[in-house]
C-alpha cells in the first residue's frame, strides 16, 4: 500500500470545510495528518473557511480524507467537508499558506473554552515550565470572545496585545508540529499575565515566599473570607458554601436577598456528591461550554442553606480556566480532609443585587471592595462582559434534552443556521429589555449575543450598544434591516428608531418568541405557538403574556389567549403578588360581582382597607392595564396558596411555589410537560 506509482498512480484532491474551523487548530491538524500519511499539498485560512489540498499515493489521499473529520481538533465544528479531484502537480511538500486578503472571514471567533487535558497536565507537573501558571492556553482551549477586541482573530486585535511573547512562547507559536501554533493567547510566567491578591482598599497582599497568591487566597476562602475574583467574562465572589455565616454574609453584603447562589465544584465526582447527576448533566458540565447545570441538590449536600433558600435545586458548574482549577485545588488541599464529598465553592456574579457583572478594573475595585474580604486579580484585559451560562435537562418522549436558561460564556459567539435560505439582507434585531440579548444575521446564519441584562441600567445599556458595534463589525454584518419590539419605551426600541439610514421593522414580543424557537430548531413553521410569558407589549396595546399564535417566522395570528385580568397599579402588581390574586378573584367574579374576600391564605398578611382598594382598582380598571399575562397567572395562584404576598424579584413566587410540588406525587403530569419553561432566579 506504500509503494508509491509514478504519476499515473498519483492522486490530488481539493476540499472545502466549513464550520466553525479557524482559530480552532484545524491548519496545523491538516499538517500533521499530511504529513504522517506523506501527502503535499497546503491549507489555508479563506473567507469561507479552510481551503486546502493534498497530493500523493491514492491510498494515501483517500486516508487522509476519511480521517479529515473524524479526528478534526476538539473545538472544531464542521458543517460541511466537499471534496473534489484535481490534477496531480508533482507536489511533496506540505505547506501552510497565508490567508488571501479579499474577504472577511465568516466566523473568525470562535467561543472561550475551558482548559484541556494537556493544559492541565502542564499546569500540575512541577517539572513543566507552566506549572501553576494561571494563564496556561493552546489552540484547542483558552479565552477567545472574551479577549477579541477586532478582526482578524490574531494577537495584536486581543487583549493580549500587550503581553510579549518570549523566546519560546513564540517558537510554540511558530511551529505548525507545535499545539500552541497561532494560539494567540499563549502565555507563559515569563510572558504573560500574573495575578495579584489585593486587599479591598487594593493595596497587594504581603504573601510569604512559600505562597503564591492562589494559595494564600485559598487559605484565606477555607477560614471564612469572601473573595472577589477575576474569571474569564467577569468577576465573581466566592466563598465556601458550606458555612452558613459565611454565605449568610456574602448574602448580606450582596444585597441578594434571596436569588440562589451558583457553586463551582472541583470534580464531576465532587459536584455529583451536591445535586443528582444524570448522563446529560454530566455531560453537559464537563462539556467545553461549561455551563452551570441546575439540577435537584442532595438532601446531605455540604452546602448552606443560604446558598439557595427555598430551592430544591442547585446549580453547579465545574471550573474552566487554569486559576479555578488551581484555586479549588489548594482549597480542597486546605479543608479538613474528612469532608467527603468536597466542599464547593459559591462562585456567583461579581456585583451588587442586580447590577451587572463586573469586569473592567478599576469599576471592580470601586464595586466590590465594599463586599470582598480579597480580590484575587489579574492583568489580562476582558474586552466583553459575559455572564456563565445556565442550563438544565428536561425529560423528552425522545429521552433527557437540554434547555438554555441564559445564553452567555461558552455558548456565543458560536452562529445559529437560519431555516430555509436564511436573509438575504445585513440584519440587526435589538431585543427586549429585562433579559436583553442582541441578535445579528446575514446569509444563512445568526449571531445571538451574550446575554446583556436589564437596559434600565446604565452599564447594561452601554454593553448593548457597545457589543452591537463589536458583533458588526467582528462578523462584518453592515445592518440594512433593524428589527425592534413594539414597546415604545423599552430602551432597545429607542436604540432601533435612532439608527438610520435603515430599514425598520417592529415585531410583536411574542412572535418573536415564536419565531425563535422556530429559529432555534431549524423549522420554517407554520407552527402553533403556546407562549407563556411574564409581559409583552400586545398589538391591542394591551399586556400580553398567555398567547397561542399559529403562524411563520414572517407572520402570526393570535388564535388563543388567556382570559384577560388587570394588573392593580400597573407594575407593583409583579412585586406583590398578592394584587394579582386580587385582581384574579375579581375577574373570576363576572362583571356583576362584588370586590372578593380576603382568602385565607392571605388572610392578616394584607391590610382589608388595602384589599378593598386594590379590588376597587381590579373592578374598574383605573391605573390597571389588562393583561393575559401567565406570569402573573403564576404568581396569583402562589399567593392564594398563600406563598409569597411579595417578592424580591421577577417569578419569585412561582418558583418558590414549584418548588413545593411533590415529585413524589404519582398523580402528577409527566415531566414532559415542563419542556421549555425557564426560570426567572439564576444568577
Ligand atoms: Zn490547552
Ligand atoms: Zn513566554
Known sequence: ?????????????????????????????????????????????????????????????????????????????????????????????????????????????????????????ELLDPEDRRFRYPFTNCTNCGPRFTIVRG????????????????????????????????????????????????????????????????????????????????????????????????????????????????????????????????????????????????APRRREAPVADAVAPGSPELGVLLPYSPLHHLLLADFSDFSDASSAPGVALVMTSGNVSDEPIAFGDQDALERLAPIADLLLVHDRPIQTRTDDSVVRVVAEPGGPRSVMLRRSRGYVPASLPLPGDGTPRHVLACGAELKNTFCVAKGGRAWVSHHIGDLKNYETLRSFTEGIEHFERLFAVEPEVVTHDLHPEYLSTKYALEREGVELVGVQHHHAHLAACLAEHGEPGPAIGAIYDGTGYGTDGTVWGGELLFGDLEDVRRVGTLHPARLPGGERAIRQPWRMACAWLAAAGGDGGGAPAIPPALAGRVEERTWAAIAELARTGLASPQTSSMGRLFDAAAALCGIRPEVNYEGQAAIEFEALCDPGEPGAVSDRARGGRTRAGWP
Open 151 to 294: 478582526i482578524p482573530y490574531d494577537r495584536p486585535y486581543t487583549t493580549m496585545a500587550g503581553f510579549r511573547m518570549c523566546a519560546c512562547c513564540q517558537a510554540e507559536y511558530e511551529d505548525p508540529g507545535d499545539r500552541r501554533f497561532h494560539a494567540q493567547p499563549n502565555a507563559c510566567p515569563e510572558c504573560g499575565p500574573s495575578v495579584s491578591l489585593l486587599t479591598p482598599d487594593g493595596e497587594p497582599m504581603a504573601l510569604g515566599s512559600h505562597r503564591d497568591a492562589m494559595q494564600a487566597a485559598a487559605a484565606a476562602l477555607r477560614d471564612g473570607a469572601v473573595l472577589a475574583l477575576k474569571g474569564i467574562g467577569g468577576y465573581h465572589l466566592a466563598c465556601r458554601a458550606d458555612d452558613e455565616a459565611t454565605v449568610a454574609r456574602l448574602r448580606a453584603r450582596k444585597h441578594r436577598e434571596d436569588k440562589p447562589f451558583a457553586l463551582m465544584a472541583r470534580t464531576l465526582e465532587d459536584a455529583a456528591g451536591l445535586v443528582v447527576l444524570g448522563d446529560r448533566e454530566r455531560e453537559l458540565l464537563s462539556a467545553t461550554e461549561r455551563p452551570i447545570v441546575l
Open 1 to 121: 500500500m506504500s509503494i508509491e506509482a509514478p504519476a499515473a498512480g498519483r492522486r490530488r484532491a481539493r476540499a472545502r470545510v466549513q464550520g466553525t474551523v479557524q482559530g480552532v487548530g484545524f491548519r496545523p491538524y491538516v499538517y500533521r495528518l499530511a504529513g504522517e500519511l506523506g501527502l503535499g499539498g497546503f491549507v489555508l485560512n479563506d473567507a469561507h473557511g479552510v481551503l486546502l489540498e493534498v497530493e500523493g499515493s491514492a491510498a494515501a489521499v483517500a486516508a487522509f480524507l476519511s480521517r479529515l473529520g473524524p479526528e478534526a481538533p476538539p473545538l472544531a465544528v464542521l458543517e460541511r467537508v466537499s471534496a473534489e479531484e484535481r490534477e496531480p502537480q508533482g507536489e511533496r511538500r506540505f505547506a501552510i499558506l497565508e490567508s488571501p486578503r479579499d474577504g472577511v472571514a465568516d466566523a473568525p471567533v470562535t467561543p472561550d473554552s475551558p482548559t484541556c487535558a494537556d493544559c492541565l497536565r
